[in-house]
């Protein structure tokens, strides 16, 4: 799943005038870049994140993409910001990772993401999955578990695809804060219910994503 990096760039900290200075952070998806993994119906209800295995782990990430876009974070405050800026390895349609073995070793500040982590980087977008059973909630309609599809998280209008700008090596780091954006930090606005066994999904478990888990 995502996890930031702190990157310190001081082109970007005096480019920006508030935030005073910036730390661009690169998220990394845990499952950026796997399909749909058999495992256990629902283990997300009855299995703490330190209880997941690897397949669960990796199956948990929607691939919306929010936690690969590059962050700026304010030193002064804490407060991180989005962009709309794609990491490098990032492909702003599948909204995956195009070298998920390797991408620890190509983006340096690329962290990897851990049970012990997810609480503690409040930057992650509220719908992300990860946050949400760290917090005892459940997974939204247009997750690939709940819909049964890849393509759900997209159609419903929640990840990366068609809001990214440029990608980090096309734009000069002074620039980052120009490109600072709200959307990826907030909860969706309204998703689309336009896939049919999403539909029919949600309609099911209308109200349930704030059920506590077994």
Not at 37 to 47: D, E, L, N, R, S
Not at 125 to 142: H, I
Not at 152 to 176: K, T
């Amino acid at each position: 799943m995502p996890q930031p990096s702190p990157r310190a760039n001081s082109n970007a900290a005096k480019a920006m005038a508030k935030p005073k200075v910036a730390n661009p952070i690169a998220g990394e998806a845990g499952g950026a870049n796997s399909k749909l993994t058999p495992v256990g119906a629902h283990f997300w209800k009855h299995k703490t994140l330190e209880e997941l295995n690897s397949a669960e782990w990796e199956s948990l990430c929607d691939g919306c993409g929010r936690c690969c876009l590059v962050k700026l974070e304010d030193e002064d405050s804490g407060i991180v910001y989005f962009t709309d800026i794609g990491c490098k390895l990032f492909d702003s349609f599948s909204c995956r990772c195009m070298d998920y073995a390797r991408r620890l070793r190509k983006v340096r500040d690329c962290i990897r993401l851990t049970p012990a982590k997810v609480l503690a980087f409040r930057w992650l977008p509220p719908s992300c999955a990860y946050r949400l059973v760290a917090e005892g909630r459940d997974l939204p309609w247009w997750h690939p578990l709940v819909s049964g599809t890849q393509t759900s998280v997209h159609e419903a209008g929640i990840s990366a695809r068609g809001r990214v700008s440029l990608m980090e090596n096309e734009v000069e780091p002074a620039d980052y804060p120009s490109h600072i954006v709200a959307w990826p930090g907030k909860w969706p606005n309204k998703p689309r219910r336009g896939h049919t066994g999403a539909s029919r999904i949600a309609k099911s478990q209308k109200g349930a994503t704030t059920d506590k888990k077994l």
